[in-house]
Each structure stands twice: as C-alpha cells, then as structure tokens.
C-alpha cells in the first residue's frame, strides 16, 4: 500500500533517514540515545539547538551513502528536568568526547550544525588529536547578540509559546533565510524544533552568550570546512571571516542562496561539499 502524500507530510517520514542502529550511550552525565546510518568512514554530526538528531535527516539520508554517520540527543534533548543541575559548553563538549570514546572511534570526522558547529568547534580546540577532520555549518567565531538572538531568548525564557501558532511559527523564515512557502519541509522543521523543550531552548541559548573561539582556533590542527550560507542571518560576515582567518587550515564554501537551515534545505548540496572535503584531505594526507 502506497503512502499518501498527507501521511508523508504530517510524518515528516519524507525528510527522515530511515530507523538505521539505535542504541544507548551511557554517559557520566547521562544515557544518551543516539543513531547510526550507512557505513564507511565514521562521522559524527552533531545536532543544533533545537530539533535533535530527527531534524539533521535529510542530511544524515545523503551522507549515509558515504560514510558511517553517527548522531546523538544532546544532553537536555529528551529531559528538560537535567536542568536542575548547571552544565556549560565545556560539559556538552565533554560529552561529545565521551561519546566518540565510547564507540571506540580513534580519529573520526566530526561536523556540527548550527549550535553544534560550536560543540565541534570547541572540541576540536580542546582535543585538537582527537579528530581526522573538522565540518562545520552555520557557525562563526563568536556568538553575538544581534536583534534575532536577543528577541529568541527574551520570549523563549519568559513566555510559554504554543507550538502551533503560525504567527510565531513565521519567524522560522529567518532561518530559512526568506520566506518559506507552507508546505511539508516548513512543517517538519517548526514541529520537529518544537519537540525540544521551550526551557531547554532558552538555556542553549545562554550559553552562547560566552562564547569566543577566536584566541583559540590556533589550537584546531586538523582540515577544517566552513560551510557559510549565503543568507544566514545568525552568523555576521565578520564572525565568519574571523573564524575562517584564525584556522590554521581552512576552507570555506558559500552556500548560494542558503539560509541557516542550509542542512535541511539543501541538504543534497551541503552532502556533496562534506564529500569532496574529506575526499581531498584524505588524499592530502596521503
């Protein structure tokens, strides 16, 4: 029996990477439940601030065909309730790293999106022998508190938000990087960001608020990708230039007409720039 297009669309199942291996993680801090797809190199993908492992799907879908793609529930994801005990970036960070250690994983690829481009970011500068390549996408340098950031974090830390008000739920256009027509992708990026707890949310979003790299990047040794959307409203072009500048070994790669949700909109585009990175560093380092 065929499934309908309504089905696909309220699902979301279109823009999934399929089941793939689920297991369990446990952590020091917590059991973190994490997803494999495909097989060959590993990479790590490391989620955004909201949405999850489910939200880097399309992604994970085309990067399977090449690599052993590994993606994990940040801490907080799936119980708001470990708010109760203070962590940083540099406990995320520390996750990040259990995690890798876990799966016995010497040397793999890491790439982060959005708020985990700033998990990989950080790891990589802390664990600079720890990783065989470095990917990031809709991160910069810093963190700076520009008129959208402040606007999130004031309503998300003060007010309860219904999850299906399509008023509130238009600001997502901002991250598309223009308006997004109605349909089955901007549904399945309001309703799967809306899966991570309003609170949880607000707190990522603090913790941004420390955030420099800048007197750091020296320390990231590896070859790294900058994947910059062309129309990324949350990354200024001189965090970018300053995080592009201080890497001792980077490249970047505009993304034409790509918002901050690059890796769900144009996901087949970011999947082809990962594979030609790591294709020509590993040939580089032959």
Not at 77 to 101: I, T
Not at 230 to 251: H, K, T, W, Y
């Amino acid at each position: 029996m065929k499934a309908s297009t309504k089905w696909l669309a309220n699902s979301g199942a279109e823009f999934s990477a399929g089941d793939g291996r689920s297991g369990y993680a446990h952590l020091r801090h917590y059991s973190v439940n994490y997803r494999e797809w495909g097989s060959g190199p590993p990479l790590v993908l490391v989620p955004g601030l909201a949405g999850g492992y489910e939200l880097l799907g399309p992604l994970a879908r085309r990067l399977a065909s090449r690599f052993r793609v590994i993606s994990y529930q940040l801490r907080g994801e799936e119980d708001c309730f470990a708010l109760r005990q203070h962590f940083g970036l540099a406990d995320l960070v520390s996750d990040l790293a259990e995690f890798v250690d876990w799966h016995h994983l010497e040397s793999p690829i890491v790439m982060g999106v959005s708020f985990g481009g700033v998990l990989a970011l950080e790891y990589a500068a802390r664990f600079p022998h720890r990783l065989q390549q470095l990917i990031v996408q809709g991160a910069g340098a810093r963190y700076e508190q520009g008129l959208l950031p402040r606007v999130a974090n004031a309503v998300l830390s003060r007010f309860p938000l219904p999850s299906d008000n399509p008023f509130i739920n238009q600001f997502f256009n901002l991250l598309f990087g223009g308006k997004q027509k109605p349909g089955p992708l901007f549904e399945f990026v309001t309703r799967q960001c809306w899966q991570t707890d309003q609170s949880m949310m607000a707190y990522r979003l603090k913790l941004l608020n420390d955030y420099d790299i800048g007197s750091r990047l020296q320390r990231i040794r590896v070859p790294t990708l900058v994947l910059a959307g062309e129309r990324d409203m949350l990354v200024s072009e001189g965090s970018l230039n300053d995080l592009v500048c201080g890497l001792p070994d980077a490249e970047v790669c505009s993304l034409a007409g790509c918002g901050h949700l690059a890796f769900v909109t144009h996901p087949q585009r970011v999947a082809k720039e990962v594979e030609r990175f790591v294709r020509h560093a590993s040939l580089a380092a032959v």
